[in-house]
């Protein structure tokens, strides 16, 4: 019983994180450190491991392949794949993204296995259990060929469980399974960090040949962790392909015309993320009231886009709101980019994607619920930046929305803050740094087979 207790505080904390400390925090404006030149003569392929524990991980990844068919058509094959649910050999390693629900929806137990998630004793048997269970069957992950019939040129990783196995499985590949020592891998392998102002130290290792993360607090974090300056790039957040421009085409007025809506009502948008997660259906019906009384005479719209949480888009449908206040409800939508720029104020949970995109739009945000540790910093992040503010309470959530709106030079303010913590260019940055990690590796290998055949010839 007790092994089994111990197992299931090492599986589920892997998503526990370090806090972020709270201090205004920026993203860094690096510039690329590689060209955007080098091309290939023969198709290349990446392997991206993730879990669907939240969208973000899903998202950042999507991203990415996005950004190198925008970048090098046709040259790079990507594999993106769930490893803890496609190649989980048995419950809760196969089951993790019905864990992640259930704890993200009590977050007491979230923060209960946080505590212990982010102690060495957690960490060391985490890496233990995870080695002993999962080696053969993430093995077969690693081992699976793409279109050219053999093992991916690079893997990528943009979940934080996805460092220490997964290199000691390359390792093992690459020497023909003499070792697990880390030196001995040549597979390149590059981590990009999905979380903004707090992340687990599992994000973190320096067997890793390059580390990109969002901001300086991660960057510090990751200093911590025993990780070089070479191995670290600073960019920002990878982001939707539709948040990769700053700037929007056309007015807001012609964007919410074309989504349907009034065109000159002031726009309050409130997301749960993919997932739904949030009190949307009582913020929603808060800041109803809240618009209603404060200002009887005055009309406003809010856009409610639900997620995956059906329950919460079928309970606002068929509510009857004031007909000074019109309410669109949606459900799972693939043009988020539109309908953020087309409002005026955000309210959403802290996730880090949502956050990132928000400051691109310029949109001032207020946050609703956080995940102890994982989401923590973020809050701190968008109070210390000057976009944003939060509240649990839908009330007072409520009230400091309605007083945004009412004030027009605050709105401004907050609008200037956001776009000046914003990084739209940060996908494709980190994008070509990672294709020239992989096409220097490509050309190295060919040097070093001609230079062996040269030598036996």
Same mark, same amino acid.
């Given at each position: ?5 111990? $197992? ?15 201090? %205004? ?35 950042? !990844? ?7 068919? #925008?970048? @090098? /058509? ?10 803890? #649910? ?9 089951? @993790? ?6 704890? %993200?929806?009590? #977050? ?5 296995? @946080?505590?212990?998630? !982010? ?9 233990? $259990? ?17 279109? *050219? ?23 093992? +590949? ?24 707090? &992340?687990? /130290? ?32 600073? @960019?920002?957040? /990878? ?19 074309? +989504?349907?809506?009034? /065109? ?27 618009? #209603? ?26 509510? *009857? ?30 996730? =880090? ?18 995940? =102890? ?37 605050? $709105? ?22 990672? %294709?020239?990690?992989?096409? $220097? *590796?490509?050309?190295?290998? &060919?040097?070093?087979?001609? *230079? ?6």
């Amino acid at each position: 019983m007790l092994g089994w207790l111990l $197992l299931i505080l090492s599986i589920l904390q892997c998503e526990s994180f370090i806090p972020a400390p709270r201090f %205004a925090d920026h993203f860094s404006k690096s510039t690329s450190i590689y060209s955007t030149k080098t091309l290939v003569s023969e198709k290349l392929s990446i392997q991206i491991l993730m879990s669907d524990t939240g969208g973000g991980h899903r998202a950042s !990844a999507n991203a990415l392949r996005d950004a190198w068919e #925008t970048l @090098y /058509p046709d040259q790079i094959e990507v594999d993106i794949v769930d490893i803890f #649910t496609d190649f989980g050999p048995f419950w809760p390693y196969n089951d @993790y993204v019905e864990i992640y629900k259930i704890m %993200a929806k009590y #977050t007491f137990l979230w923060d209960a296995f @946080y505590t212990f998630g !982010a102690t060495p004793f957690g960490m060391a048997v985490n890496e233990f $259990l995870m080695e002993l269970f999962c080696f053969d069957s993430f093995q077969t992950c690693l081992e699976r060929s793409g279109s *050219s019939g053999r093992r991916a040129d690079m893997v990528v990783s943009v979940h934080p469980l996805c460092q220490d196995l997964p290199l000691k499985i390359l390792a093992s +590949l690459d020497t023909n399974g003499r070792t697990r020592d880390l030196n001995a891998r040549t597979t390149p392998f590059i981590t990009v960090v999905t979380d903004l102002a707090g &992340a687990h /130290p599992t994000w973190f290792y320096p067997g890793v040949d390059k580390c990109f993360v969002p901001t300086d607090v991660l960057y510090q974090i990751a200093v911590n962790r025993s990780l070089k300056p070479h191995q670290l790039i600073q @960019y920002g957040l /990878p982001i939707r392909k539709g948040f990769w421009s700053g700037k929007a085409t056309g007015s807001k007025s012609l964007l919410r015309e074309k +989504l349907d809506i009034d /065109p000159d009502l002031p726009t309050v948008v409130i997301v749960g993320g993919g997932d739904g997660f949030g009190r949307i259906v009582d913020i929603t019906s808060c800041l109803v009231d809240k618009l #209603t009384t404060s200002s009887p005479s005055a009309e406003n719209q809010i856009i409610v886009v639900c997620g995956k949480n059906q329950r919460a888009k079928e309970q606002l449908e068929k509510k *009857s709101f004031p007909g000074s206040v019109n309410v669109f409800v949606k459900g799972f939508v693939y043009n988020m980019e539109e309908w953020m720029r087309a409002s005026d104020i955000l309210i959403t949970k802290a996730g =880090p994607g949502t956050i990132a995109e928000a400051c691109i739009c310029g949109l001032p945000s207020m946050l609703s619920s956080f995940l =102890p540790g994982q989401e923590e910093g973020n809050v701190a992040f968008v109070i210390d930046s000057g976009f944003g503010d939060y509240s649990s309470n839908p009330n007072i959530i409520s009230s400091k929305v309605s007083n945004w709106l009412a004030d027009k030079d605050k $709105l401004k303010q907050m609008k200037k803050s956001a776009l000046e913590t914003a990084r739209p260019s940060a996908t494709l940055d980190i994008a070509k740094d990672i %294709a020239q990690v992989l096409f $220097l *590796s490509k050309k190295s290998d &060919a040097s070093s087979s001609s *230079s062996q055949n040269l030598a036996t010839s």
